[in-house]
T-cell receptor, first 116, second 114 residues
């Protein structure tokens, strides 16, 4: 299944709580991405990281934070500042470079986050 | 930034017919256009992609065409089968050797009816 593992599969958040979604890959990919998917919408980029200890904001970064301390791991924290966190969260990774095989982003199976 | 529009939002075809999904993009710097298929509750999976140095690419029953001048690209599925039923997303990106941020369309729900 592509070597990208997201956990947990389902997560529930209480008001005012921070929660962390895990994303681990064993593909030796350099770049990693977090997307949010809402019903009837496409995937929207939250954060991405091209190398260890470096990451950039995507289009909807407010209320989220990330870290990239290891090449294989890119956890996403949904903070209490994110007022509408209910969504399907997808992690992806790819090799860096512009050669054809390096363009492809591979996705994890996702985490479905709901608010209690 | 890039904006990708995708049409139609839903598409119903009879088994064996062809299906066409169209996308337009706004950023002329975009040069990479993948298509992903997502079955219900599953992860998106790449089905075909195209770079801006070619106008068409085909892989068995699936083909993608690109018109750089008009900034639009299309997915063509021939001889559709029930297992083709899924949501299809187009995306656009500028390959920079680093970020390759994908901007996605809003998806097309394809239903292949028996």
């Amino acid at each position: 299944d592509g070597g990208i593992t997201q956990s947990p599969k389902y997560l529930f958040r209480k008001e005012g709580q921070n929660v962390t979604l895990s994303c681990e890959q064993n593909l030796n990919h350099d770049a990693m991405y977090w997307y949010r998917q809402d019903p009837g919408q496409g995937l929207r980029l939250i954060y991405y990281s091209q190398i260890v200890n470096d990451f950039q904001k995507g289009d909807i970064a407010e209320g989220y934070s990330v870290s990239r301390e290891k090449k294989e791991s890119f956890p996403l924290t949904v903070t209490s500042a994110q007022k509408n966190p209910t969504a399907f969260y997808l992690c992806a990774s790819r090799l860096r470079g512009t050669a054809a095989a390096k363009n492809i982003q591979y996705f994890g199976a996702g985490t479905r986050l709901s608010v209690l | 930034g890039e904006n990708v529009e995708q049409h139609p939002s839903t598409l119903s075809v009879q088994e064996g017919d062809s299906a066409v999904i169209k996308c337009t993009y706004s950023d002329s710097a975009s040069n990479y256009f993948p298509w992903y298929k997502q079955e219900l509750g599953k992860r998106p999976q790449l089905i075909i992609d195209i770079r801006s140095n070619v106008g068409e690419k085909k892989d068995q029953r699936v083909a993608v065409t690109l018109n750089k001048t008009a900034k639009h690209f299309s997915l063509h599925i021939t001889e559709t089968q029930p297992e083709d039923s899924a949501v299809y997303f187009c995306a656009a990106s500028e390959l920079t050797g680093g970020g390759n941020k994908l901007t996605f369309g809003t998806g097309t729900q394809l239903k292949v009816e028996l």
